[in-house]
């Protein structure tokens, strides 16, 4: 019997714990999903208005160069999904670098790959490798990396925040109770009914003792959780306070658009600088016919290529498959491809962080609170008489100590010493992720 107490007991206590947590889990994970769908709506918003850009004032280059905007997007979702391996200053510079060569060919220099000579693989990948050095683009790409970088750092930091957080809310659910944890759960709640007092409360100082015992290591997350909550207030806010990402977002086609028009405008000292550069960016087409049969069997030049064969008639959002194995590896990281569409318009984050912000406040002092938020179905508090453990009397004598670890030394009800590692584990994760967001 006392053996099927301990089992009631541990399953009824840890039902109510995950009961409490799962509110608070729930409200992260609903706020993380409405978060990402707002980002995500942004950026397929924006995605479609940079596409507009290439269909109406760049038609000749339009096609090869959406399935570099679609990578761009694809990188800044993944970006504001948290992903640690993606930088948008690279992936910014990653696209200018792929744009150069066809700005050049077919907006510079027009007349590049007449009937007599056909653009150099070798020519395109020195113009992407000298890029950066050459500069056609003035200072637009680095504006650009740096203003998206600064927009977007605080909708980076809280998805990642609210996926801690997630994290740190599994821990009660693996915790297991201790033993001496669950033999004063059993003295508590079902001694009584060996001398048939099956309706009488237990006070309210013994029920704080044994909770504030056997929920001591959580307790040690109060005041990581506490720091966690003020920086989630603080990214909220910083979110809501004004439409600083929307308009870094919607710049993306503008910035382009200028970068564009500086290469065209600075044509002739850019071609100078090319020839110095790179030399010869065409080669001539050789009047030798090739056969199907050796064409089968000749490999491809270079990658770069196929990539341009391909994505010519590729859908607007399909990322492009270079036939690098590294790079296939990256791609299927990739979150799905962005899908534009005219009806797609972004929601506002001002009104989702402001509800986060007003929900997230009340729950700052969860963990230390959640013994007594346990103790309030247990204790009957208008009655005159209850259980101390040990007998029936009309108010608790013993000591009520506090949360956490060192306040259980002197728990008269329950000794615990050291706290389960998964709960260790996740405040040192809570820990070192809060330090992390204040160095930003």
Known sequence: MEESYYAAAKRDTL???????????YLILGHASSFQDTFHSLLSFTLNHTYSLFESTYGAISQDAKPLVSTLFSDLDLYLRGDANTSVEHSVHSFYDKLFPLVYQHLVNPGLGSNVSTWSSEGSECLRATRHDINPFGPHPQELAQGLSRA????????????????????PESVGMARQCGRALVRMLFCPHCRGLTLIRPCGGLCLNVMRGCLAGLAELDGPWRRYVALLEGLSGALSGGYEVEL?????????????LTAQLHGPH???????????LTEPVSSTPVSPTSRSL????????????????????????????????????????LKPSKNDKPRSLKKISKEFMGYIQR???FFSTLPEMLCEGEVMMDEN????????????????????????????????????????????????????????
């Open 363 to 365: 729950y700052k002092s």
């Open 152 to 171: 977007l750092v605080a909708g980076r930091a809280l998805s990642r925040a609210l996926a801690v957080g997630s994290e740190v809310l599994n821990a």
């Open 248 to 260: 870094a977002l919607l710049r993306i086609r503008e910035r382009i658009n200028d970068a564009i």
């Open 385 to 440: 008489t209850c259980w101390s453990g040990e007998d029936v009397v009309e108010s608790y004598t013993g000591h009520v100590v506090g949360n956490g670890l060192q306040a259980q030394k002197h728990n008269p009800e329950i000794k615990i010493r050291s706290a389960d590692p998964i709960l260790v584990n996740a405040k040192e994760k809570l820990e070192h992720f809060n330090q992390e967001v204040l160095r930003l």
């Open 15 to 25: 039902q109510n714990i995950l009961s409490y947590s799962f509110e608070l889990k």
């Open 270 to 280: 850019l071609s100078a600088m090319v020839g110095k550069v790179c030399g010869s």
């Open 298 to 337: 000749t490999p491809s030049v270079n990658p770069t290529i196929e990539l341009q064969t391909s994505v010519t008639s590729s859908s607007p959002t399909t990322l492009p498959n270079t036939g690098n194995q590294h790079e296939h590896i990256t791609l299927k990281r990739r979150s799905l491809p």
